[in-house]
């Protein structure tokens, strides 16, 4: 009896228990983990942090070769005087000994040199100058020269604005 | 949380952009420093980089370039050449497997330019050689550029301190 009866109540409240129950059901919702994501770039990003390199930045002289003879120039060609600019090696590859050849002068450190050279240029703005800035300046330095001193010589020629600056053959 | 993904991406993309693909042409080493650098920036895209490298570049478990870089002249077991790169063919002249002489690496150097020079006669030579190198196996180097009937060449050297 009690049976029917709970039957009875059941079926009559069961309509409306779905309709309140649908009433406050929400939507799905769809959702990105991002966490996994992030964890790739974190990776990515210490990956390439780790490979980066930093390095000081480089520039460029210009330098004149002479052309097809399969070797550095090691004759000058006049017309003008060409100011040879020696280098020879010492004990010390951090050292070496400049000279000015057939100019009688031996500076110490190529700023010396640079201020040589400008002084030794005819220009707008040195008219006790001897030679032009196109004047050949060839720079002989010997076998056993590190490339720095090299280079250094022919930056000092640059600085005093001499155009016309190339390489002869490595002397012993 | 979506700025700090932001954030993210941007340092993952300056640091791809500064791993770039230019470091490829370019091989480590110590370029000369010089007094009162008269050097200037060069960003031709014809440029070509002939790399001369020391023997650190090839028998790097021996050396140890960082280590130099306070006294970088003072190597007197660096002074040959160890490697000569230009692109992406490299001439070993030191260390291990694929050496080549010196004649072998200048004569492949000089077909290398000569073969560019035809193809674009405007193309720029840029010539990076490490500071402690004897001139006289630079100017082999030199020598092999001008036989290629290229007229003016690069030196590389590092740019004033106020211009980095």
Redesign the interface.
Request: glycine share 4%; with cysteine; charged share 20%.
């Given at each position: 009896m009690e049976t029917i009866a709970s039957t009875e109540t059941t079926a009559t409240a069961a309509p409306e228990t779905r309709r309140r129950r649908e009433m406050t059901v929400e939507p799905a919702r769809m959702q990105l983990n991002?966490t996994s994501?992030?964890d790739v770039?974190?990776l990515?990003?210490i990956y390439?942090?780790i490979?980066?390199?930093?390095?000081?930045?480089?520039?460029?002289?210009?330098?004149?070769?002479?052309?097809?003879?399969?070797?550095?120039q090691d004759t000058p060609k006049p017309p003008e005087r060409p100011i040879r600019i020696r280098i020879a090696s010492l004990r010390s590859?951090?050292e070496c000994r400049i000279d000015l050849v057939g100019l009688g002068r031996s500076p110490r450190?190529?700023?010396e040199l640079?201020t040589l050279l400008a002084g030794m240029q005819m220009n707008d703005g040195n008219s006790a100058g001897v030679f032009k800035p196109d004047n050949p300046v060839i720079i002989e330095?010997?076998?056993?020269?590190?490339?720095?001193h090299?280079?250094?010589a022919?930056?000092?020629a640059?600085?005093a604005k001499f155009t016309n600056v190339s390489?002869a053959?490595?002397t012993e | 949380?979506t700025p700090?993904?932001d954030v993210?991406?941007q340092?993952?993309i300056f640091?791809?952009l500064?791993?770039n693909i230019i470091?490829d042409q370019t091989v480590?080493m110590i370029?000369?420093?010089?007094?009162?650098?008269?050097?200037?920036?060069?960003e031709d895209e014809k440029k070509i980089i002939v790399n001369v490298a020391p023997i650190e570049h090839v028998l790097p478990g021996q050396y140890n370039l960082k280590e130099r870089r306070d006294?970088?002249?003072?190597?007197?077991d660096r002074?040959e050449i160890g490697a000569i790169r230009v692109g992406s063919t490299e001439f070993k002249l030191q260390g291990g497997n694929n050496v080549v002489t010196i004649d072998v690496a200048l004569k492949g150097l000089e077909d290398y330019l000569s073969a560019q020079r035809k193809a674009d006669n405007e193309i720029e030579v840029?010539v990076?050689?490490?500071?402690?190198?004897?001139?006289?196996q630079?100017?082999l180097v030199?020598?092999a550029?001008?036989?290629a009937?290229?007229?003016?060449?690069?030196?590389?050297?590092?740019?004033?301190e106020d211009?980095?």
């Open positions: 991002l994501m992030i770039i974190f990515l990003l390439f942090v490979t980066a390199s930093f390095s000081a930045d480089e520039g460029i002289l210009t330098a004149k070769l002479p052309q097809g003879t399969g070797k550095v590859p951090v450190h190529f700023g640079f330095p010997d076998r056993h020269v590190r490339w720095q090299v280079v250094n022919f930056n000092a640059v600085r390489f053959q490595a | 949380m700090l993904i993210t991406f340092l993952i640091f791809m500064i791993n470091t480590e370029v000369p420093t010089l007094d009162e650098p008269k050097t200037r920036r060069f006294s970088p002249l003072e190597a007197r002074e840029e990076r050689a490490d500071c402690a190198l004897l001139y006289d630079v100017q030199l020598a550029i001008s036989a009937e290229i007229g003016t060449v690069h030196l590389v050297a590092y740019l004033p211009a980095r």
